[in-house]
């Protein structure tokens, strides 16, 4: 049996931004982000191990973020947490019993910007 995720374990509010096709004045595409909604979550820091392994592997560092089962994130969503740091879900699942919903993300980072 799936144990339910806690109201109270979500302490974190992150802002909800889906990729939105626009038509741009010359008649081509611009895709831009926008808000569209806010859920509360538990976001899993990975732990020093795991970060000094990606970081020697040069690859990215994927990060658990626990919400509500009919929270609205996709896969391609950004959710940006109050600090600024932006994370990219790339994927979400519902365990056997929908209790909760887990998303895989990853940080995103500037160009030159530092962990």
Known sequence: ???????????????????????????????????????RAKVSQPTAAEQVEAQQAGSSMTMIVHLLPGADVRRGDHLLRADGETLRVKYTRHPSEPVYLRADVEAIQSEGEQA
């Open 1 to 39: 049996m799936t144990v339910p995720i806690g109201q109270h374990e979500l302490r974190e509010r992150l802002v909800v931004r889906r990729r939105v096709a626009t038509q741009d004045e010359w008649g081509g595409t611009a895709y831009t982000y926008q808000q569209v909604g806010e859920v």
